[in-house]
């Protein structure tokens, strides 16, 4: 016996929204429920997913059972498809499991023929009805069913009612239709070469497949994978029997609201159009009518469609949209679906919910998805303009920021100083940047990748950032950038989307972060739901208040390195590294220790009480020294130029220290903890400055931080034995000379897979591990991630080769299994250890999913992802124990 593919509507109910799709579901459910929906029946998302699989073929029996669930459709309607007399008319429409409105293909009035129009006209006593009907459906059919461009049809109508001085469509009467039919009709031949495909049954079944082909169509493609939707669910067809908006003033169309989805205010909002159908409301082909206008114009059918609307918020306990359908008075409704919202809306509906007691807070945190958050939590672009992007990138870090567009971070820093807002255009950013990205608005960059140095830093400082935006071209010399035939030149004035990737050569007008009562309420639910602890990515007193101000229970990642990137640091910085012995890298660090306890007194004052994780110095080497060409053409040209001898000597001895630390990868070379092993000097300067500043604030505000200190780059007992021998010295030493006791923990950064391979000997020399997930996605898979970025990744996402970046969102089954073996490790070796997450990773809600899975301690990300984070933290621990039951 073949699958069963089709369902009477009355064979339905909500519980089968997988196999019906949302709105075939939906429908069931109302007529279940005594909602007078029009009659009919579903084809299942799984004769779609089997189509797909047989690459386009339908599977056996389908095609026999639509024929047969029409027959019965038919005889429950005492009406004939295509017929005659007593015609049935029926719409086909889509309806996939996750709403994607507008993304695939309906049609309607599909059984209206030239054999049926007459009986159409007759039993409407409406001969204009009908023959509009019928020239619907032949436009609606040619574009979805047969691919022919909309705008042949669109050209007839626009030249038709310049010829009878008609404004709108309604304006033509039942002969302009006629004569408008035939007309489509010979269009429609004269694309197709040959015949208008006529009989009903035959156009129903390619109807039906056509719907089965808009699920594969690049508009749904892209929405699914904007919205991470699975490309595998497939999308049901539902075919219903017509109800006609457009039979005259009396009747009526529309799309409703059971609550602002704007704002979540519970108040009434929707727009309806007498004498129409659907598309007309969606399409803006006239202007609508706010709904509560519907009182006045169809008092009965309003009323009805007012308690409906509380019947199925009530119902399915959330906000509602909804589409319904008047006809001479009656009213039917034809979808309601769980209502799209923004995220201040989702947050106040969410909140009123439980206040009502329809939900509690549980639901509420299930309902809403924490990327949502992320609206909130930066300026937007207001909604109410309209504008083309020049040019769209990746939106490495959201929100919008309006600025004169500048070429070098000098000028950057110099505008941005000045109170002049700037947005900041580089090929890509680099450490030396950082000055100009702090006072810039915003960063667009030609190169880089969502997790790249621009991605990273922008998101760090809550900075919107555009990267990777490949079709620019940056002439540095002229300072202009030219994109598709737009050049901007310094000064031009650019608004940023962090949130699309839009860049526009416009001002813009934005509205600023809302985080009001509902978010602070909202969030608060998930912290007394979750059990992860959400810590922060924070290198400076400012980002960490900012971060503990969104919520976060520590700073888990401070990179030491970080605070070395400013004018007056990176040269102590540079002398430091092209030290040519002991001696001269003491006098430098001696000069570097009092900028970093400075440093660490503004973090730990702005965190006391709470848990500050310090990862020692990591910095590939050439981050912070001259580049060995750029060295080398100096000392030529000083040569050349016949320079000063000491000044000569003193950069031909710098060439030659470039030339000897200068590695071919220094990703992978000497950094991290090889820095420390080489010069122990280092890590004890370092844990000196921890040691000296926790005491400050300590002495100065009687509360200090809980002090954990970070061996980076560890693939070794051995190394992490030796540095943190050094590091308890120092510290103890400091202690013992303040005559004070400070409790601290000395772990380490797993971020190589021989580490997570041998946990259990690194966790014996360890009080916490934190997995530095960004180089252990790098090390596992032998990718460079901004190159990757920039290359092959995003093709190998655009072609299904790979569902997600695995620098956005973790590599479960590889880099996943490392964690999760480095964690169990760990703790076998060692029970008291505490596991934590750093990477980029750490405010991903699907790899907090999975963080949650494995059971670490907390994670730790950019304070603007920490609210973020809580969130999802609450929603995996709710979604592991329903998985459980």
């Excluded at 409906?308 to 679906?337: A, I, P, S, W």
Aim: negative net charge.
């Amino acid at each position: 016996m073949s699958e069963k593919y089709i369902y009477d509507l009355s064979e339905g109910d909500a519980s089968m929204k997988s196999l019906l799709g949302g709105k075939g579901a939906g429908v069931a459910e109302m007529m279940r429920l005594g909602v007078p929906v029009p009659d009919g029946f579903t084809v299942t998302t799984q004769a779609c997913i089997e189509t797909m699989n047989n690459g386009g073929t339908w599977p056996a029996g389908l095609r026999d059972q639509i024929s047969d669930a029409l027959a019965r459709f038919e005889e429950r309607a005492g009406r004939k498809l295509g017929a005659s007399e007593k015609p049935l008319l029926v719409s086909v429409r889509s309806g996939a499991v996750v709403s994607m409105p507008g993304m695939m293909d309906t049609i309607l009035n599909l059984g209206i023929s030239d054999e049926s129009v007459a009986a159409v006209a007759a039993e409407a006593n409406n001969e204009r009805f009908a023959w509009d009907c019928y020239r619907r459906f032949i436009q609606m059919y040619g574009e979805v069913v047969e691919g022919l461009d909309a705008h042949i049809y669109e050209d007839a109508l626009t030249a038709m009612k310049q010829r009878k001085g008609a404004s709108q469509d309604t304006d033509l009467t039942a002969e302009d239709l006629k004569e408008l039919t035939t007309e489509f009709k010979q269009i429609s031949d004269d694309a197709l070469g040959g015949a208008w495909p006529s009989d009903p049954r035959e156009q129903l079944m390619r109807a039906v497949e056509a719907v089965f082909n808009s699920w594969q169509n690049p508009r749904a493609k892209v929405y699914r994978k904007a919205n991470h939707i699975s490309d595998d669910l497939g999308t049901a067809v539902n075919v219903m029997q017509m109800v006609f908006g457009n039979r005259g003033e009396t009747s009526a169309t529309g799309v409703c609201f059971t609550r602002n989805p704007s704002t979540g205010e519970n108040a009434l909002y929707g727009e309806f159009l007498t004498n129409a159908q659907g598309e007309d409301v969606v399409a803006g082909i006239r202007t609508p009518r706010p709904l509560i206008e519907m009182k006045e114009v169809l008092p009965q059918a309003y009323g009805e469609l007012v308690d409906t609307m509380h019947k199925m918020e009530t119902h399915y306990r959330d906000m509602q949209d909804m589409e319904f359908t008047v006809e001479n008075g009656k009213l039917y409704m034809l979808q309601t679906r769980n209502g799209k919202r923004t995220a201040a809306a989702a947050l106040k509906v969410a909140s009123d919910l439980v206040d009502e007691g329809l939900i509690d807070k549980e639901e509420a945190v299930r309902r809403i998805e924490p990327d949502q958050l992320d609206q909130l939590l930066h300026p937007a672009i207001d909604p109410g303009q309209s504008a083309t992007p020049i040019t769209k990138g990746l939106p490495a870090s959201p929100g919008a920021a309006v600025g004169a567009a500048v070429f070098d971070a000098d000028t950057a820093a110099e505008r941005g100083e000045a109170g002049e807002p700037v947005v900041l255009i580089r090929f890509e950013t680099t450490p030396d940047d950082i000055h100009g990205v702090l006072q810039a608005q915003g960063v667009l960059t030609a190169h880089g990748g969502m997790t790249s140095h621009a991605a990273v830093v922008a998101r760090g400082f809550g900075k919107p950032c555009v990267a990777g935006a490949t079709d620019i071209k940056i002439d540095t010399e002229a300072k202009t950038m030219t994109v598709g035939g737009v050049t901007v030149h310094e000064g031009d004035t650019l608004t940023l989307n962090g949130s699309t990737g839009e860049v526009f050569n416009t001002a813009l007008k934005l509205i600023p972060p809302r985080l009001n009562e509902d978010f602070l309420k909202v969030v608060g639910w998930a912290d007394e739901i979750r059990d992860l602890g959400v810590e922060a990515n924070a290198d400076n007193g400012t980002d960490a208040a900012k971060a503990r101000e969104l919520g976060a229970e520590g700073i888990g990642l401070c990179r030491t390195e970080h605070m070395f990137f400013g004018d007056d640091r990176l040269p102590a910085m540079h002398e430091m590294i092209l030290s040519e012995n002991d001696e001269q890298r003491q006098v430098a660090l001696d000069k570097i220790l009092p900028m970093q306890q400075s440093d660490f007194e503004a973090i730990f004052t702005a965190m006391k009480g709470l848990p500050v994780t310090v990862r020692l110095l990591d910095p590939p080497l050439h981050e912070f020294m001259p580049d060995l060409v750029t060295q080398a053409l100096k000392v030529q040209e000083m040569e050349l130029k016949g320079a000063d001898p000491t000044k000569l000597a003193e950069e031909r001895r710098t060439l030659a220290q470039v030339k000897k630390l200068h590695e071919q990868n220094p990703m992978l070379g000497t950094r991290g903890c090889r820095l420390g092993m080489l010069y122990p000097q280092i890590p004890d300067m370092q844990a000196r400055a921890i040691a000296r500043a926790a005491l400050a604030v300590l002495d100065r505000e009687g509360e200090t931080v809980d002090l954990q200190i970070m061996v980076p780059l560890v693939h070794l007992r051995q190394e992490l034995q030796r540095q943190r021998e050094i590091v308890v010295a120092a510290v103890d030493d400091e202690l013992d000379k303040a005559g004070q006791k400070l409790d601290y923990l000395v772990g380490t950064m797993i971020e190589l897979p021989r580490a997570a391979l041998v946990a259990d000997q690194i966790a014996q020399e360890a009080d916490f591990f934190s997995f530095g997930t960004n180089d252990l996605t790098q090390t596992t898979l032998g990718i460079s991630r901004d190159d990757a970025e920039n290359g092959f990744l995003g093709w190998y996402e655009a072609q299904g080769v790979v569902k997600r970046d695995p620098f956005a969102t973790i590599d479960v089954d590889g880099v996943g299994q490392l964690v999760r073996m480095g964690t169990e490790k760990g703790r076998a070796a060692n029970p008291k250890l505490s596991v934590g997450v750093c990477g980029e990773h750490g405010g991903d809600p699907d790899s907090i999913a999975f963080f949650q899975s494995v059971g670490l301690d907390y994670v730790s990300c950019s304070p603007f992802r920490v609210p973020i984070a809580r969130f999802a933290a609450a929603k995996a621990k709710l979604a592991q124990a329903d998985a459980s039951k």
